[in-house]
């Protein structure tokens, strides 16, 4: 898979790439993360990306010119599934939504800025527009950063145990149970005595349990369906 993201700010993505799961995927060639400097498309000797908006208030709002630039200069190249529009009033993120994208080829990422894009980006170019959650960011690019790292992992491959992303929180709509490691005892804290009984059965019985309890308790909604 291919994920191309563009950003006013590439510095801000610099890093959340280069570590761990997401830099061992891109090391075996499981995923590309290739991020784009949307001044570099810039109009005029300043290479300016933004302008007043018409009608008059406060806040700057990404022109037209730089972006349709850099989309058509990748669309170009080759076929994106997706134009993904980051932004605070977009369809809200979740599990079936990354295991979705997951599976696609091609998609890029344009992260919104200041007063966000101008709309006939939206309009003409975005296929799909996306919110991780119920607040406000300063900027797409966290948001882009997010999404990379939930869709990363979920392609064949990515995770060392192939079958780990299977039992994630959300991925069977239930919370995952809770995990112990050495020492069975820390404090006169002692782990549950069922995980140490070598009875497979009896512990993936007493995993999902815990699972149904934990959702009951900390996610009520997600048993309603
Ligand atoms: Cl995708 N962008 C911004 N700027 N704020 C957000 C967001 C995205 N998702 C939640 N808040």
């Known amino acids: 898979m291919r994920i191309d993201i563009i950003s006013a700010v590439p510095d801000l993505l610099e890093s959340p790439f280069q570590h761990s799961i997401m830099k061992r995927a891109q090391q075996k060639g499981l995923f590309e993360v290739i991020i784009h400097n949307l001044r570099d498309y810039g109009i005029g000797r300043h290479k300016q990306i933004d ?5 008059g208030g406060a806040g700057m709002v990404m022109k037209i010119e730089p972006i349709a630039n850099c989309i058509n200069d990748l669309k170009a190249q080759r076929s994106y599934d997706e134009v993904i529009y980051l932004t605070p009033d977009g369809k809200k993120f979740d599990q079936p939504m990354a295991n979705r994208l997951s599976m696609l080829s091609s998609i890029i990422l344009l992260c919104g800025h200041y007063k966000g894009v101008d709309e006939r980006v939206r309009e003409h170019f975005v296929t799909l527009e996306v919110s991780i959650g119920d607040f406000v960011l300063s900027g797409g690019e966290l948001a882009a950063a997010v999404m990379v ?7 064949p491959g990515v995770l060392g145990d192939e079958t780990s992303a299977l ?10 149970p809770p ?19 070598g009875h497979d059965g009896k512990i993936s019985e007493w995993r999902y349990e815990e699972s149904i309890k934990r959702t009951q308790a900390r996610r009520p909604d997600m048993l309603k369906d």
């Open 179 to 197: 995990v112990y490691t050495r020492p069975e005892e820390y404090n006169g804290w002692r782990i549950p005595e069922i995980l140490k009984s």
């Open 149 to 155: 790292d939930a869709i990363g992992r979920l392609i």
């Open 51 to 55: 302008d007043y908006q018409f009608g």
């Open 167 to 176: 039992f994630d929180s959300f991925q069977d709509n239930l919370l995952a």
